[in-house]
């Protein structure tokens, strides 16, 4: 059974902080990752891909990927109330659907 | 340019009845997938169609859940004789391919509620 683990949170940030957020997976054979940002009503919304080891920035977002520890994370800097979701963590592997974790809620206080 | 979209957005139903969801990727899309979310399970993949191939029905619950894609284009996910266990949001994605690299783009869902 491929698992992806968050913690379901809820992780708590002032505003301006960075917010760090966790992802483990059980599958060595996974080469693709993503993390998709969804608001309370709303469907997922793409927000990084990464698939090489190392950091992938865009903008206030960095992705950090670990394929030796089965890691992967997503750095937000300069948080915002606006940030406020439900982050999920999908992985994929060859000839297969996205594998979810079942997210953890960030919250940022203004 | 347009994104995935999805009808109806709300459904509700009584338990034994049949119902469709529709899908329309994003133009160009040759993967589309299907999953569905329900509360405190997370995002469960349901079946994925890549161009002409055979689709991948690996994550159907059981044999009341069916989909088809016609034209390489729209698809329709059908639940026969629904229950209340049906209930969730259903959500169809699409990608360029079905290739690990290509990123899915999600439509904003059906929300079906069974009664």
């Known amino acids: 059974q491929k698992e992806v683990e968050q913690n379901s949170g809820p992780l708590s940030v002032p505003e301006g902080a960075i917010a760090s957020l966790n992802c483990t997976y059980s599958?060595?054979?996974?080469?693709?990752f993503f993390w998709y940002r969804q608001y309370s009503g709303k469907s997922p919304e793409l927000i990084m891909s990464?698939?090489?080891?190392g950091d992938k920035e865009d903008g206030r977002f960095t992705a950090q990927l670990n394929k030796a520890s089965q890691y992967v994370s997503l750095l937000i800097r300069d948080s915002q109330p606006s940030d406020s979701a439900t982050y999920l963590c999908?992985?994929?592997?060859?000839?297969?659907?996205?594998?979810f974790g079942k997210g953890t809620t960030l919250s940022v206080s203004s | 340019g347009a994104g995935v979209s999805q009808s109806p957005s709300n459904k509700v139903t009584e338990k034994g009845k049949d119902v469709e969801l529709r899908c329309d990727p994003i133009?160009?899309?040759?993967?589309l997938y299907w999953y569905r979310q329900s509360l405190g399970q997370g995002l469960e993949f349901l079946i994925y169609?890549?161009?002409?191939?055979?689709?991948?029905k690996s994550g159907l619950p059981s044999d009341r859940f069916s989909a088809e894609r016609t034209g390489g284009s729209v698809s329709t996910l059908t639940i026969q004789r629904t229950q209340q266990e049906d209930s969730a949001v259903y959500l169809c994605?699409?990608?360029?391919?079905?290739?690990?690299?290509?990123?899915?783009?999600f439509g904003p869902g059906t929300r079906l509620t069974v009664t």
């Open positions: 599958d060595r054979g996974s080469q693709s």
């Open positions: 169609f890549q161009g002409n191939s055979a689709p991948d």
């Open positions: 994605a699409s990608s360029f391919a079905a290739g690990e690299a290509y990123e899915q783009y």
């Open positions: 133009s160009g899309h040759t993967a």
């Open positions: 999908a992985v994929k592997g060859p000839g297969t659907a996205l594998i």
């Open positions: 990464i698939y090489s080891n």
